[in-house]
């Protein structure tokens, strides 16, 4: 279970709005799974709890035909990693932007929007940040062996 | 012999020339081209126990219009491809090019089968006058490539090649 | 704030502006880094930073990869401090499928990253100072680099991009000789280091140049999810070896360095203070060494249990995370590397806005960026 009383107080806030792990796993202090739209909601009450955004990332499940967005959130006076997952089908994989709230996640999304396809919802910038600018092919989706 | 991978002058004058070419083999500026962990080798050649500018290829120019030899030091991907060829086109000739380091000779460890973003060896985009072998190779490895140069421009060389260890049967 | 992508083509910068192409080829020595820079004369209006550079597929090919040779693509990533990803890797793998780690073996760890930390804090100064101006700071940061290079070569066998740790401990012991060479370096280095202070800290054309140049205010710095000196510059003292210790780092007796000026003046003195506190922690690690093993018994072919780990790091660069996603197999599943040069390069953008273009190649080295990292 999570001990540190910035994790509490940000559980305590969501409500159950998104179910948690009982046992996280090494390294994590709590794992959390929530729907696509509950995400701004929350990583609000995480912004103001003094969390710091560590990253976004994506896992690509080919054979459950699923996507999984992964948040990393940790805190600068007690380390308790915090993170956030949400399920996304894996034909139509949709986030919402917190750019509005942590300014350095826009890096991150346009990093998922380039190497899995994820569409990020509101996102201002949406460019390729590490491959070319007209570059079209999503290199991190398990389905890709190299350009053609 | 010392035009590098240019175009040969159409005269020649042979003594000037060799005149010029003692001169050029002594003074190769090299451009400042490191990607990645090479670099830092490159860098580690030129300070002070490998010290490059004893064969007067210390002074090194960030821009391509100065400089003679350019040391891709480094892996060189899809999306640098078009900057190298650009800094080698803007190179005044007489130029030369060293390899420095496996990605730069071959692509390296990057050489896979689902490779989309790394051009395997440098030789695709420019021609190479020197290949320098190793991951990273050591700052000495370097100085040989230099003394390789020199003797490729030149005829002669500077210090005599290291014997070669003998090998051990069976 | 986010920003919408400038376009390029259509942006009418207005009358005396005009836009600069910074790099990807600059005699910056960190890498490849393209920043487009709207100007209005010698003053920044807009910064763009363009990486991709130097893209080598590094999640890609982890992917399909068994989880040893994964480990010699980890230490290219972070060249400068090869043997911090080193250990991150090994740590990971090792927290995943439950290995322990002897004793001896964690000392060594430590002692090898401490002098790995010091070197790359080395080569920052020389290369910070050379975007300045200054060429002498250089070659006395390689001089006294060198030495720990030898140090370092002699029980890894290479000079820059180490692959020593393996999963469980070391591949072999390092002999006492080796031990006493480190601690001769030490002394050695503590008389020689008020020579760096004599000819940078305190001089005076440096000060002016750094002095409240690029000044990060705490706030920014939960939003943007800075760390290291860059963090710790601006008066938020997080260390991944205090709050999260692995291997060891509890046992030793070291002060984080903090300084609250938040500018490049403020950022050089808590890398400068991170050498002495490095120092320290090498001799109490050497003090406090014992006999045994070094490696504990690991299987040859690792498959390691189904799941995920998340192991910290703390590089010299700042906090490194990497995120290991494991079907059982004996490759890993996914692999997300956490660096911390992404998050401080994604401030520069606000940082650089309203300076002077030499303030803002100040800005750049004083952040002590390795763009290959970035872009892995």
Redesign the interface.
């Known amino acids: 279970m999570m001990t540190g009383r910035f994790l509490a107080r940000v559980l305590e806030k969501a409500g159950c709005a998104c179910r948690e792990l009982e046992t996280p796993s090494p390294g994590f202090a709590c794992q959390l799974e929530a729907q696509a739209d509950e995400v701004v909601g929350l990583v609000r009450i995480i912004a103001a709890n003094g969390f710091f955004l560590e990253s976004i990332s994506a896992v690509d499940r080919l054979k459950e035909k699923k996507m999984d967005g992964l948040y990393l959130f940790n805190h600068y006076e007690e380390s308790q990693r915090l993170m956030i997952r949400i399920e996304m089908d894996r034909s139509n994989p949709v986030l919402p932007t917190i750019s509005k709230i942590f300014p350095g996640a826009l890096w991150y999304e346009r990093e998922l929007g380039e190497m899995f396809g994820i569409r990020v919802a509101g996102c201002p910038d949406t460019r390729n940040l590490l491959l070319e600018e007209d570059a079209k092919f999503h290199p991190l989706r398990k389905d890709f062996r190299g350009r053609a | 012999m010392g035009a590098g991978s240019t175009v040969p002058p159409i005269i020649h004058f042979a003594q000037l020339e060799k005149v010029f070419n003692t001169a050029r083999a002594n003074s190769l500026w090299p451009l400042t081209f490191g990607l990645a962990c090479c670099a830092i080798e490159m860098m580690s050649a030129a300070g002070p126990r490998f010290d490059l500018d004893r064969f007067g290829a210390g002074v090194f120019r960030a821009t391509p219009r100065q400089a003679d030899v350019m040391i891709v030091a480094g892996t060189v991907t899809e999306k640098m491809a078009p900057t190298v060829v650009r800094l080698y086109e803007q190179m005044p000739a007489p130029k030369w090019v060293i390899a420095m380091g496996n990605c730069a000779i071959s692509g390296g460890p990057f050489k896979l089968d689902f490779n989309y973003n790394v051009v395997e060896g440098v030789e695709r985009l420019i021609p190479v006058d020197v290949y320098v072998p190793g991951c990273p190779p050591r700052p000495e490895a370097l100085v040989e490539a230099f003394l390789k140069l020199e003797e490729k421009l030149t005829g002669t060389r500077r210090f005599p090649e290291a014997p070669a260890i003998a090998r051990e049967e069976g | 704030?986010?920003?919408?992508?400038p376009n390029y083509t259509l942006d009418k910068a207005g009358e005396d502006k005009f836009t600069l192409n910074l790099g990807?080829?600059?005699?910056g020595?960190h890498?490849?880094l393209r920043v487009i820079l709207q100007m209005d004369g010698e003053y920044i209006v807009r910064a763009d930073p363009i990486?991709?550079?130097?893209?080598?597929?590094q999640?890609?090919?982890a992917e399909?990869m068994t989880y040893l040779q994964v480990m010699?693509?980890v230490c290219?990533m972070d060249?400068?401090g090869a043997l911090s990803y080193n250990l991150a890797w090994c740590c990971a793998v090792e927290?995943?499928c439950g290995f322990e780690v002897p004793p001896r073996a964690e000392a060594v760890r430590v002692i090898a990253t401490e002098l790995n930390r010091i070197s790359s804090h080395l080569?920052w100064w020389g290369a910070f100072l050379l975007d300045l101006g200054g060429f002498t700071p250089?070659?006395q940061a390689?001089?006294d680099r060198?030495m720990i290079l030898d140090l370092l070569e002699r029980i890894t066998g290479s000079?820059?991009?180490y692959c020593y740790f393996r999963f469980g401990g070391l591949p072999s012991d390092v002999d006492e000789a080796w031990l006493a060479q480190v601690m001769e370096f030490i002394e050695g280095f503590r008389t020689r280091l008020p020579r760096y202070h004599d000819l940078v800290t305190t001089n005076v054309i440096y000060e002016h140049r750094v002095r409240n140049v690029g000044v990060i205010l705490p706030f920014d710095?939960?939003?943007?999810?800075?760390s290291g000196p860059v963090?710790r510059g601006s008066g938020?003292g997080?260390d991944?070896r205090r709050?999260?210790p692995y291997s060891g780092y509890d046992r030793y007796d070291f002060t984080v360095p903090v300084d609250d000026m938040g500018d490049c003046m403020g950022r050089y003195n808590v890398r400068m203070e991170e050498i002495v506190q490095s120092l320290a922690i090498i001799e109490q690690a050497i003090g406090s060494i014992e006999e045994g093993p070094v490696r504990s018994k690991v299987p040859k072919i690792l498959k390691p249990p189904e799941?995920?780990?998340?192991?910290?790091v703390e590089t010299p660069r700042g906090?490194l995370?990497i995120?290991i996603?494991s079907d059982g197999t004996k490759k890993p599943?996914?692999v997300?590397f956490?660096v911390p040069s992404?998050?401080n390069l994604?401030?520069f953008a606000?940082l650089a806005r309203g300076q002077l273009l030499a303030d803002a190649l100040a800005v750049l080295g004083s952040m002590d960026l390795v763009i290959?990292e970035i872009?892995?």
């Open positions: 704030m986010a920003e919408p992508a990807p080829q600059h005699p020595t890498g490849v990486l991709g550079y130097g893209h080598r597929m999640e890609k090919i399909n010699p693509y290219r060249y400068l927290k995943l080569l250089f070659l390689f001089a060198e000079r820059l991009t710095a939960a939003g943007y999810g800075l963090l938020i997080f991944v709050h999260e799941g995920e780990v998340a192991m910290a906090q995370v995120h996603v599943y996914r997300k956490r992404f998050a994604s401030i606000k290959p872009d892995r």
